[in-house]
């Protein structure tokens, strides 16, 4: 199947600040992103879905301002967490696909996040 | 909002035994998922379901979709320790621009 490299895989931040992560299709054109987030032994919550070159769409209850979505190539989409806060660690997983050719989307290895 | 129900939450079972996972979803799709987690883990593709009727087999895993009845069905056959993992059902939106998961199922196979 096709490949999706999400990195960084785990990071470590200090609350206030802001940390990036990266999704990147790696043998594809991603025409559309989904970022999810998972509590522990919970499932995936769809925080938001961007499509390349416009505006992400966010699920009801997700922050737009604290979570950045930008989608600006068809290789490449990022997550910023803003001012960073121990409520925000978690394991955010990232998934491609192209919604023209792909009948399915592909996922990243998932980031695990901590705020101390 | 496209809602998945996975049941049951929890299974626990012997080696060797049959069990199903079943996947509930509300609004129209033909576009249906199973994937496999690991602790700690991202997700391993298991199944991609595309049509009503549809019917798939790997190993010890089976699954179907039935889309008159939105429902999907993940059929484990004389499991073994290996298979234990917990499972998602996801369900696409008709254009694809959302992607829905339903709870999970934390399958725990005692030797």
């Known amino acids: 199947g096709a490949v999706v490299s999400q990195h960084p895989s785990w990071v470590i931040c200090k609350s206030g600040t802001s940390v990036k992560i990266e999704c990147r299709s790696l043998?594809?054109?991603?025409?559309?992103m989904f970022w999810y987030r998972q509590f522990p032994k919970q499932s995936l919550m769809l925080m938001a879905t961007s499509n390349e070159g416009s505006k992400a769409t966010y699920e009801q209850g997700v922050e737009k301002d604290k979570f950045l979505i930008n989608h600006a190539s068809l290789t490449l989409s990022t997550l910023t967490v803003t001012s960073a806060h121990p409520e925000d660690s978690s394991f955010y997983i990232c998934?491609?696909?192209?919604?023209?050719?792909?009948?399915?989307?592909?996922f990243g290895q998932g980031t695990r996040l901590t705020v101390v | 909002e496209l809602k998945v129900e996975q049941n049951p939450l929890f299974l626990s079972m012997q080696e060797g035994k049959n069990y199903t996972i079943y996947c509930n979803y509300s609004t129209t799709s033909d576009r249906l998922y199973w994937y496999r987690q690991d602790p700690g883990k991202s997700l391993e593709s298991l199944f991609v379901l595309l049509s009503n009727g549809a019917v798939k087999q790997e190993g010890r895993l089976m699954a179907s979709l039935d889309t008159k009845a939105r429902l999907s069905t993940l059929h484990i056959t004389a499991a073994v320790h290996d298979l234990s993992a917990t499972y998602f059902c996801?369900?696409?939106?008709?254009?694809?621009?959302?992607?829905?998961f339903g709870s999970g199922t934390k399958l725990n196979v005692k030797p």
């Open positions: 998934s491609a696909t192209n919604r023209g050719l792909n009948t399915e989307a592909f």
């Open positions: 996801a369900v696409a939106s008709y254009n694809f621009n959302k992607f829905y």
């Open positions: 043998d594809f054109q991603a025409t559309t």
